[in-house]
């Protein structure tokens, strides 16, 4: 079974500011994850993906992450927020295991401040 | 343009009445799956294919058909649809093989079920 949790369905940061989004995961076997942004009225646009290989990755529009195993997190980041952020992101979990099930968080709705 | 389209894009219909939403994908790729996005729950998959006539579950299949019979298509049947389904569906789809291929999505297909 596979699961996903992100802490906090709103998050506010100030246009410059550092933007961190949370995601936990549980899964029985070792894991790929992603994190996904969705622009008003527009479909889903990977942000970025880990499938085992370095920890730390870097997506688009100047995102990371970084896939800790003890913690069983894959946190979202950015260091200085841009007006163009705002948007709603979502994190999933995929074993990719002989199936193609994925399975996203209930998503965060970033709101940028100016 | 390499592209997964849906139609149609918004759809206002009645309980009971049979309905199918179509997709398309023009990028040759095995895998496709359908998904539901409500408000507070995230995206959560319905139905997935493998690949032609292999389709497979997902984590609330129940009230909808899907069929594969061509690789390029995968529509969404509701046989019987209730107010419970209405909601925002997506259609997506990527290639099979590697290090986890990207998911395409399609526009979203608004769907009202009165």
């Known amino acids: 079974a596979q699961s996903v949790t992100q802490l906090g369905s709103h998050v506010s940061v100030s246009e410059g500011a550092l933007v961190l989004l949370r995601c936990n995961y549980s899964?029985?076997?070792?894991?790929?994850l992603f994190w996904y942004v969705q622009y008003p009225n527009q479909g889903l646009q990977l942000l970025l993906k880990?499938?085992?290989?370095?920890?730390l990755v870097k997506g688009i529009n100047g995102f990371e992450a970084e896939f800790k195993k003890s913690e069983t997190s894959f946190h979202l980041t950015k260091p200085s927020a841009h007006m163009s952020d705002a948007a709603e992101y979502f994190c999933?979990?995929?074993?990719?295991?002989?199936?193609?099930?994925?399975?996203f968080g209930t998503g965060t709705r970033l709101t940028i401040i100016p | 343009e390499a592209q997964v389209t849906q139609n149609p894009r918004y759809l206002i219909t009645v309980t009971g009445k049979k309905l199918t939403v179509t997709c398309s994908q023009n990028?040759?790729?095995?895998?496709m799956s359908w998904y539901r996005q409500d408000p507070g729950l995230g995206l959560r998959q319905i139905y997935y294919?493998?690949?032609?006539?292999?389709?497979d579950k997902g984590d609330v299949p129940e009230g909808y058909k899907v069929s594969r019979k061509e690789k390029r298509n995968f529509p969404l049947i509701l046989e019987s649809p209730s107010p419970n389904q209405t909601s925002l569906y997506f259609c997506?789809?990527?290639?099979?093989?590697?290090?986890?291929?990207?998911?395409?999505f399609g526009p979203g297909t608004r769907l009202t079920v009165l």
């Open positions: 997506a789809s990527r290639k099979a093989g590697g290090s986890y291929n990207e998911q395409f």
């Open positions: 899964s029985s076997v070792p894991p790929y």
């Open positions: 880990y499938t085992s290989a370095a920890t």
């Open positions: 999933a979990v995929s074993t990719n295991f002989g199936n193609e099930k994925l399975t």
């Open positions: 990028m040759n790729h095995e895998y």
């Open positions: 294919s493998m690949n032609v006539e292999v389709t």
